[in-house]
T-cell receptor, first 109, second 110 residues
Framework: GQQLNQSPQSMFIQEGEDVSMNCTSS?????WLWYKQDPGEGPVLLIA?????ELTSNGRLTAQFGITRKDSFLNISASIPSDVGIYFC?????????FGQGTRLTINP | EAGVTQSPTHLIKTRGQQATLRCSPI?????VYWYQQALGLGLQFLLW???????NRGNFPPRFSGRQFPNYSSELNVNALELEDSALYLC?????????FGSGTRLTVV
């Protein structure tokens, strides 16, 4: 089945640092999405990417849809305490979203 | 517009019992997806319902089942509960691309 490899699994950074995480797949996806999950809550959509090569920003977040359609990355600039959580990438397959394993972000103030 | 709502928020059951979890999708969304998230782990796909029919099923035993009602709300039933069924169960709805998730039901099996 389709699988996404998301890295890193966890990150421990200082407040104010930039963050970068990525996802790779053996399959081609037509849509890539990035979600954030706060403790005890459901994931919330951050950014959606619909075209290969597309670079999209949402405030301090920037995400890109790889040109091969098999990868995507998410950058967070100047991290703040509320950025703490688990970040998931997801590729839109034929019948459902396929999720990465998640990146757990911890920020030291 | 109301989001995806799930009930109950928390559920405590004894091993061997049955649990029923409920989900109301965003108005107009016909697809409902169920995911299991064990503590600290990723999202494991359980079930997909669309237009009242089960469209796809993840790698879970038959004691995990569900249904979708004519108003597109959905139920997830877990029979013969086992300790390892303790997890956050997330429901999401969609109208095509991307999902909107509810806040989940935390099921604890003791």
């Amino acid at each position: 089945g389709q699988q996404l490899n998301q890295s890193p699994q966890s990150m421990f950074i200082q407040e104010g640092e930039d963050v970068s995480m990525n996802c790779t797949s053996s399959s081609i996806f037509n849509t890539w999405l990035w979600y954030k999950q706060d403790p005890g809550e459901g994931p919330v959509l951050l950014i959606a990417l619909y075209k290969a090569g597309e670079l999209t920003s949402n405030g301090r977040l920037t995400a890109q849809f790889g040109i091969t359609r098999k990868d995507s990355f998410l950058n967070i600039s100047a991290s703040i305490p509320s950025d703490v959580g688990i970040y998931f990438c997801a590729g839109q397959g034929a019948q459902k979203l396929v999720f990465g394993q998640g990146t757990r972000l911890t920020i030291n103030p | 517009e109301a989001g995806v709502t799930q009930s109950p928020t928390h559920l405590i059951k004894t091993r061997g019992q049955q649990a029923t979890l409920r989900c109301s999708p965003i108005s107009g969304h016909t697809s409902v997806y169920w995911y299991q998230q064990a503590l600290g782990l990723g999202l494991q796909f359980l079930l997909w319902y669309d237009e009242g029919e089960e469209r796809n099923r993840g790698n879970f035993p038959p004691r995990f089942s569900g249904r979708q009602f004519p108003n597109y709300s959905s139920e997830l039933n877990v029979n013969a509960l086992e300790l390892e069924d303790s997890a956050l169960y997330l429901c999401a709805s969609s109208l095509g691309y991307g999902y909107t998730f509810g806040s989940g039901t935390r099921l604890t099996v003791v």
